[in-house]
């Protein structure tokens, strides 16, 4: 692909490096996200079909789990 996008006159600007896995019970999926490049960044994204189970999840997890909404992606705006 860089290849093709070299020869149209385009640059990288920018490169996500991550490691991605999806496990899954019933109907609660958890993605843990491990973002190496450009800068390091770990969280687990947890979905499932209605807000109530999440958040119950989340209750039992107790203070081993954070709640962050989309500003944990700052750490990218900068590089």
């Known amino acids: 692909a ?3 996008l070299t020869s149209l ?4 600007f ?5 490691k ?3 496990w899954e019970s019933g109907k609660i999926q958890f993605e843990f996200i491990d973002y190496s490049k450009p800068a390091k960044l770990s969280l ?3 979905e499932g079909p209605n807000n109530e189970i ?9 203070s081993m789990v ?4 989309n500003k944990i992606f700052s750490v ?3 590089i």
């Open 9 to 12: 006159g385009c640059s990288l």
């Open 66 to 69: 954070k709640v962050a909404d």
């Open 44 to 46: 687990i994204e947890i």
């Open 2 to 4: 860089d290849i093709i």
């Open 54 to 62: 999440i958040q119950n999840l989340i209750n039992d997890l107790g």
């Open 20 to 22: 991605w896995e999806i």
């Open 14 to 18: 920018k490169e996500h490096l991550c």
């Open 76 to 78: 990218f705006d900068n």
